[in-house]
């Protein structure tokens, strides 16, 4: 069902705070994400002391986005198909070993480019992992219509950090070196441990057996596939992050080459950025009421476009630093907006790998540009290579001419619970199959146009939640029948595509039954195919209308 009122409207910014696990875990992970801050500005500018070449450095950035595009439909699949909660405390627990590790390597005087480079990938695979997970719970923990306030404070958490973190960051690293940054993010992990580990939230227990990762993979895939409006937010999100990573990935070479700055002025950049960030966090929420999601986003991209581009030209760490504030702003809008219209588009068995596969495309985009624009400087300078960023970024902003996003609506997305699985006078098992069902409908003439068009969504929704071979078909001697008709693997396929039925899916299938001009309700057929020597048969099972 769609609600007339924006969630916006009646939701304060602040309002995820009542909930106590939120307030838990984001105080957590804010701890957690000063660690890293930190521990990327010791990578960032150890990188610039033993690096032999711009392309390098850039690549510390790159090495931190690579794991997510690399893994993150795995670990969406994960996300959805095993304890969220235990799935972020394997994340957490790897990431704080591999930082343990990372600091004995420095302190011991054994970092290479290319060691330096692999700790970095490994830390941000444990992101990785644990990302789909933690961006998914949110509306385990909150109730739905405050998830796009949870996800501005949880950009807002993350960017606080952001705006104090780096500088001081760079205070440690000028006063102790990058070993001690290092292990100041070994110890950013034992608080958010603590609290998943005293965390017990009460979710609901799957009657059905648990997905092989491969399938789970491939139903978020599909999914997606056929979710047109997620697939603009794919697009957008990568060109987003094509171009605006060039600034965080060049970012080192502008405070050491461009301002003349060392490790300090690059932590009280990256603070002016996060503070910035901040900001766009706390106005978000209020620009969804007043924008368009189309309106919203160009901003952003526009905003961007002129941080590079300043970042670019200036050679005075404060006008850089200024850029930098409206950028981050910029980053956090986009980021956040792009991500809430993925959640509140998504139902919740699916949701981590949908999550997982618009954070591939936007950090993919993040990697993919912080190569090229680190080749691009190597070979012409950082000042040319954020210019021809900020130029591609006005190119992202213009592709919503031809792919705008879709104003948000608020759908209910909970899932109907009206299947009940029907007594069968066959004993199938749960791998029995292939199933065939067979819709009938009887419809008069003058609503024909309205039943194909009707049917189209119909046949659209079917297919992305697990249906295959989706038809429909006319009768030619009695032309007011019509068969709907789709196969599933197996009867446990079956039963999982009827019980992805959402609300909002079912105002589909109303339309159709108000329709049906029958005296009885459509009539349904599940059969079971059965190979036999002259080919393939059905048997049939009896049981109740679909929904």
């Not at 957490?92 to 011991?108: K, N």
């Amino acid at each position: 069902m769609i609600d007339e009122k924006p969630e916006s409207e009646s939701v304060s910014a602040l309002a995820p705070f009542r909930h106590g696990i939120f307030r838990a875990v984001w105080a957590a992970s804010l701890v957690s994400n000063f660690g890293g801050l930190i521990q990327g500005v010791g990578a960032a500018w150890m990188m610039t002391t033993i690096a032999t070449s711009s392309y390098q450095v850039a690549l510390v950035q790159a090495s931190t986005t690579l794991p997510i595009m690399l893994f993150a439909l795995v670990a969406g699949a994960i996300a959805d198909s095993f304890d969220r909660r235990k799935v972020m405390l394997v994340a957490q627990t790897f990431m704080l070993v591999v930082s343990v590790l990372l600091t004995l390597f420095t302190y011991a005087g054994l970092m290479t480019p290319w060691t330096l480079l692999a700790f970095t990938f490994l830390i941000d695979s444990g992101t990785a992992l644990n990302s789909p997970s933690w961006q998914a719970s949110v509306g385990d923990i909150v109730p739905r219509n405050k998830v796009p306030a949870a996800v501005a404070l949880n950009s807002m958490g993350f960017n606080l950090t952001r705006s104090v973190g780096p500088a001081i960051g760079g205070i440690i690293v000028a006063a102790a070196g990058a070993a001690a940054a290092f292990a100041a993010n070994a110890v950013s992990y034992i608080g958010l441990i603590v609290v998943l580990a005293r965390w017990k939230p009460d979710l609901p227990v799957s009657t059905l057996p648990r997905e092989s990762l491969g399938a789970a993979m491939g139903a978020g895939l599909r999914y997606v596939a056929m979710s047109p409006n997620i697939g603009k937010v794919l697009v957008r999100g990568a060109a987003f992050g094509f171009s605006a990573g060039a600034v965080l990935a060049l970012l080192p070479l502008v405070a050491r080459d461009v301002v003349k700055g060392d490790a300090l002025t690059y932590g009280i950049m990256l603070g002016a950025f996060g503070i910035g960030a901040v900001g766009g966090a706390l106005i978000s929420v209020r620009l969804r009421q007043l924008l368009s999601s189309e309106t919203m986003v160009r901003c952003a991209f526009a905003g961007f476009a002129a941080c590079a581009f300043n970042a670019a030209v200036s050679h005075h760490a404060w006008q850089t630093s200024l850029g930098l504030f409206v950028g981050g702003a910029c980053w956090v809008i986009a980021l956040s907006h792009f991500n809430v219209t993925v959640q509140m588009a998504t139902p919740r068995w699916v949701v981590g790998r949908v999550l997982s596969v618009y954070q591939t495309a936007t950090f993919g985009g993040i990697a993919l540009g912080s190569w090229i624009w680190g080749v691009v400087a190597d070979a012409h300078g950082a000042e040319t290579a954020l210019i021809a960023a900020s130029i591609a970024m006005l190119a992202g902003g213009a592709i919503g001419l031809l792919l705008p996003l879709p104003q948000q609506q608020v759908l209910n997305l909970d899932p109907l619970n009206r299947f009940k699985e029907p007594h069968l006078a066959l004993d199938l098992k749960p791998r029995s199959g292939p199933i065939a069902v067979m819709i009938e409908y009887i419809i008069r003439d003058d609503d024909v146009p309205e039943f194909l068009a009707t049917m189209a969504e119909r046949g659209r929704i079917r297919r992305r939640d697990g249906a295959r071979n989706w038809t429909l078909a006319r009768d030619v001697e009695n032309p007011a029948i019509w068969i709907e008709h789709y196969h599933t693997p197996t009867w446990i396929e079956y039963v999982r595509h009827n019980g992805r039925i959402t609300h909002a899916d079912a105002v589909i299938g109303e339309r159709l039954r108000a329709l049906h001009s029958g005296g009885e309700p459509p009539r349904v057929r599940r059969m079971i195919e059965r190979p036999t020597t002259a080919g393939t048969a059905l048997v049939m099972a009896k049981g109740p209308i679909e929904h």
